[in-house]
């Protein structure tokens, strides 16, 4: 991930005080440092993919508090998601879903970040048509199964099936705790 | 140093020396020819490995006539030949034919049902030990492993769970009754698919089929489902409610159980049942020709409840055949594919098969229902989709055309959930899964027209059923390649 500079200001909402921080900002005077904001961050580390998302979290307390956010790993799930998911994808009741389903972050390491890096193993051809395959919906419909067999493990059972991480989900990756 | 000196010392080809102050390169080409192969390693090594590959195949071949000989054998009740081809069969599954991988593993177990059926036939044969009889936990558990271990159970459940979503647009109200409900896998991805539908979520129900609790008390497993399936509704705020109902088999079972309601849009959902209701061909002069047979019976009462989809998966093969010889060369074939396939994507996965594949006991199971059951005894009744296409019209079923997309989106999902090798085809308006152009599974789904229809449905029967859309083999099938 690179370094170099100073963030770009966030919104443009009025053109004076934008301007003002630009100034100050390319000025070069003054100690405005990346982890001044919090939200600055996120934004930032929302534009990363998933492997340095998940370095991310091991620079400092706070970039480990800000990737762990689950809206910086909701724009990386749906910028990856083909057109076919429609405007519901990015909606609120998406997102209620899914925070109930154990969150985007979740989501990506199951079923996305595998699924793009199996994509991405496929070789050239794939990957450029990487986008219009991968279906949020499909995620989600495996995502789901995910959950339901951890509720399983919750409830009754002595099975010793029941207290491994979710099997269903074990042929996408091997099970390297990033959490 | 003399470089030919140093290439009969070491057996090596000399290398280029540097002789004196000039550094001039000189090969010396006069080496003892004897320490040089005769044949450059690779070549030689490709021979042996090519050899060796013909020898197992050979091997393979042998093994598999010997099989057939001896349930050929069998079926003209010459058990001593049989008993003899068997032996030799063990024979080579010993050491000739590796059991671990391939043909070798499939035959393996052919080759102990084949010995079960003769020790019923002659007590006095030690053949193999016999497949032991199981709980309902049991069963659940290596249907679990089958589910993992293949592509198969998910397309069915993606694909009827579309096919469902579809059915539902616009209902408020609706029920889906699964005929064998196992853990209820299907579900969780229907009910989030539910919850997002644009427009909200409708009331949902879901009655389950289920075996009856454990004889020991310890389990109720269709309780336990139908908690964790109202669990998660409720996290993803679907209203929700479970109903189970308790049947080893579906025949028993009338429509009243299920309570139904006027208004609620009804999906029922078979998934590998439908084959277990099938018999043998009774005798028309016999009392039994008086009685319904039971697939008659269940599809009756399915298609009183008018159903709005009715969601089916079965395997694409033919192991109904009354003549044993048909059904263990056909079953052969087929479970070596399907075998085929798992160790592919186990390998696909480089997860550790060093017990054995997973799925396999639930297979096994199969086979040797398939091979040593005969009469009442026998459950699975696989037939192909030609068969079932014109049973369920005969029912007065129609069958609903697939969307556009469906053949896409079943392919994504083989697409992302293992290698290459998996190809659905699209015959008509059945969608079937196949491994390598051998077809699998097939999925489809059907509906039960409005009863107001009556005078065009007597219409359809005395011109004659439709044809099933392209039979095997045909070039209409498009496969879509993963």
Same mark, same amino acid.
């Given at each position: 991930m690179c370094m170099g500079g100073p963030p770009a200001p966030p919104?443009? &909402? &009025?053109?004076e005080p934008v301007l003002e921080v630009r100034v100050q900002l390319l000025g070069g005077g003054g100690a405005h440092n990346i982890n001044d904001n919090a939200d600055i961050l996120s934004e930032i580390l929302a534009r990363l993919d998933g492997r340095s998302l998940a370095a991310a979290a091991g620079v400092c307390r706070l970039w480990a508090a800000v990737s762990r956010r689950d809206a910086v790993w909701e724009e990386l799930c749906l910028r990856h998601v083909g057109p076919a998911s429609g405007p519901a994808a990015a909606g609120h009741a998406t997102r209620t879903v899914v925070a109930a389903l154990g969150g985007y972050r979740r989501l990506y390491r199951l079923c996305l970040g595998p699924a793009l890096d199996r994509l991405g193993r496929a070789g050239a051809l794939a990957h450029a048509q990487a986008r219009e395959r991968l279906s949020l919906s499909l995620s989600l419909s495996l995502f789901s199964i995910d959950c339901y067999e951890r509720l399983g493990g919750a409830g009754g059972g002595g099975a010793a099936g029941r207290q491994q991480p979710p099997s269903s989900l074990l042929f996408l990756c091997k099970p390297v705790d990033v959490s | 140093m003399d470089p030919a000196a140093t290439a009969s010392l070491s057996g090596e080809l000399p290398l280029p020396s540097v002789q004196g102050a000039a550094a001039s390169y000189c090969v010396d080409l006069s080496v003892d020819a004897s320490v040089l192969p005769a044949v450059p390693p690779s070549v030689a090594e490709a021979e042996a490995a090519r050899t060796g590959h013909e020898e197992e195949e050979n091997a393979a071949i042998r093994l598999v006539h010997l099989l057939v000989t001896c349930a050929n054998d069998i079926q003209a009740g010459d058990y001593a030949a049989a008993t003899g081809n068997l032996a030799e069969a063990r024979l080579a599954l010993g050491t000739t034919v590796s059991t671990a991988t391939g043909i070798g593993r499939v035959t393996s177990h052919f080759a102990a049902a084949l010995g079960q059926r003769l020790s019923r036939a002659s007590p006095s044969d030690s053949g193999a030990a016999p497949v032991a009889a199981s709980s309902a936990e049991h069963t659940g558990e290596l249907y679990r492993q089958f589910y993992e271990a293949g592509p198969f159970l998910k397309f069915a459940h993606f694909t009827a769970n579309q096919a469902i979503l579809e059915a539902f647009e616009g209902c408020d109200r609706v029920h889906v009754l699964d005929c064998a409900i196992m853990q209820g896998a299907q579900w969780p991805a229907l009910i989030q698919s539910l919850s997002l539908r644009p427009g909200g979520p409708p009331a949902l129900r879901i009655t389950g089929i289920g075996p009856p609790p454990a004889a020991d008390g310890s389990r109720d497993e269709l309780n336990e489902v139908g908690v964790r399936l109202t669990e998660f509704a409720r996290a993803v705020n679907v209203p929700f409610s479970f109903c189970g109902v308790r049947g080893d088999t579906i025949d028993p079972i009338q429509a009243w159980m299920f309570k139904l309601v006027p208004g609620e849009a009804l999906a029922v959902n078979s998934i590998c049942q439908l084959h277990r209701l099938l018999v043998d061909?009774?005798?028309?002069?016999?009392? %039994? %020709?008086?009685f319904p047979e039971p697939i008659h019976t269940v599809l009756c009462w399915i298609t009183s409840m008018q159903p709005r989809v009715f969601t089916i998966f079965e395997q694409e093969a033919d192991h109904n055949n009354p003549a044993l010889v048909e059904r263990f060369t056909n079953a052969l074939f087929y479970y070596g594919a399907l075998f085929d396939s798992m160790e592919a994507m186990s390998t696909h996965r480089r997860t550790n098969t060093t017990g054995g594949l997973g799925g396999e006991a639930y297979l096994q199971r199969e086979i040797f229902d398939i091979v040593c059951g005969e009469g009442s005894g026998r459950v699975e009744r696989h037939e192909p989709l030609n068969v079932w296409h014109g049973r369920l019209w005969r029912a007065g079923l129609a069958q609903t055309p697939l969307g556009p997309s469906a053949i896409r989106r079943a392919a994504g999902l083989l697409r992302s959930l293992c290698g290459a090798g998996y190809r659905v085809q699209e015959r008509g308006d059945f969608l079937t899964l196949a491994w390598h152009d051998r077809p699998l599974f097939t999925a489809s789904v059907w509906h039960a027209p409005p009863t107001n229809n009556v005078i065009n449905r007597l219409f359809e029967l005395l011109m004659g059923e439709p044809e099933a859309q392209p039979t095997e083999g045909e070039p209409e099938a498009q496969a879509t390649e993963i």
């Amino acid at each position: 991930m690179c370094m170099g500079g100073p963030p770009a200001p966030p919104r443009q &909402e &009025e053109n004076e005080p934008v301007l003002e921080v630009r100034v100050q900002l390319l000025g070069g005077g003054g100690a405005h440092n990346i982890n001044d904001n919090a939200d600055i961050l996120s934004e930032i580390l929302a534009r990363l993919d998933g492997r340095s998302l998940a370095a991310a979290a091991g620079v400092c307390r706070l970039w480990a508090a800000v990737s762990r956010r689950d809206a910086v790993w909701e724009e990386l799930c749906l910028r990856h998601v083909g057109p076919a998911s429609g405007p519901a994808a990015a909606g609120h009741a998406t997102r209620t879903v899914v925070a109930a389903l154990g969150g985007y972050r979740r989501l990506y390491r199951l079923c996305l970040g595998p699924a793009l890096d199996r994509l991405g193993r496929a070789g050239a051809l794939a990957h450029a048509q990487a986008r219009e395959r991968l279906s949020l919906s499909l995620s989600l419909s495996l995502f789901s199964i995910d959950c339901y067999e951890r509720l399983g493990g919750a409830g009754g059972g002595g099975a010793a099936g029941r207290q491994q991480p979710p099997s269903s989900l074990l042929f996408l990756c091997k099970p390297v705790d990033v959490s | 140093m003399d470089p030919a000196a140093t290439a009969s010392l070491s057996g090596e080809l000399p290398l280029p020396s540097v002789q004196g102050a000039a550094a001039s390169y000189c090969v010396d080409l006069s080496v003892d020819a004897s320490v040089l192969p005769a044949v450059p390693p690779s070549v030689a090594e490709a021979e042996a490995a090519r050899t060796g590959h013909e020898e197992e195949e050979n091997a393979a071949i042998r093994l598999v006539h010997l099989l057939v000989t001896c349930a050929n054998d069998i079926q003209a009740g010459d058990y001593a030949a049989a008993t003899g081809n068997l032996a030799e069969a063990r024979l080579a599954l010993g050491t000739t034919v590796s059991t671990a991988t391939g043909i070798g593993r499939v035959t393996s177990h052919f080759a102990a049902a084949l010995g079960q059926r003769l020790s019923r036939a002659s007590p006095s044969d030690s053949g193999a030990a016999p497949v032991a009889a199981s709980s309902a936990e049991h069963t659940g558990e290596l249907y679990r492993q089958f589910y993992e271990a293949g592509p198969f159970l998910k397309f069915a459940h993606f694909t009827a769970n579309q096919a469902i979503l579809e059915a539902f647009e616009g209902c408020d109200r609706v029920h889906v009754l699964d005929c064998a409900i196992m853990q209820g896998a299907q579900w969780p991805a229907l009910i989030q698919s539910l919850s997002l539908r644009p427009g909200g979520p409708p009331a949902l129900r879901i009655t389950g089929i289920g075996p009856p609790p454990a004889a020991d008390g310890s389990r109720d497993e269709l309780n336990e489902v139908g908690v964790r399936l109202t669990e998660f509704a409720r996290a993803v705020n679907v209203p929700f409610s479970f109903c189970g109902v308790r049947g080893d088999t579906i025949d028993p079972i009338q429509a009243w159980m299920f309570k139904l309601v006027p208004g609620e849009a009804l999906a029922v959902n078979s998934i590998c049942q439908l084959h277990r209701l099938l018999v043998d061909d009774v005798d028309p002069n016999s009392v %039994a %020709a008086f009685f319904p047979e039971p697939i008659h019976t269940v599809l009756c009462w399915i298609t009183s409840m008018q159903p709005r989809v009715f969601t089916i998966f079965e395997q694409e093969a033919d192991h109904n055949n009354p003549a044993l010889v048909e059904r263990f060369t056909n079953a052969l074939f087929y479970y070596g594919a399907l075998f085929d396939s798992m160790e592919a994507m186990s390998t696909h996965r480089r997860t550790n098969t060093t017990g054995g594949l997973g799925g396999e006991a639930y297979l096994q199971r199969e086979i040797f229902d398939i091979v040593c059951g005969e009469g009442s005894g026998r459950v699975e009744r696989h037939e192909p989709l030609n068969v079932w296409h014109g049973r369920l019209w005969r029912a007065g079923l129609a069958q609903t055309p697939l969307g556009p997309s469906a053949i896409r989106r079943a392919a994504g999902l083989l697409r992302s959930l293992c290698g290459a090798g998996y190809r659905v085809q699209e015959r008509g308006d059945f969608l079937t899964l196949a491994w390598h152009d051998r077809p699998l599974f097939t999925a489809s789904v059907w509906h039960a027209p409005p009863t107001n229809n009556v005078i065009n449905r007597l219409f359809e029967l005395l011109m004659g059923e439709p044809e099933a859309q392209p039979t095997e083999g045909e070039p209409e099938a498009q496969a879509t390649e993963i």
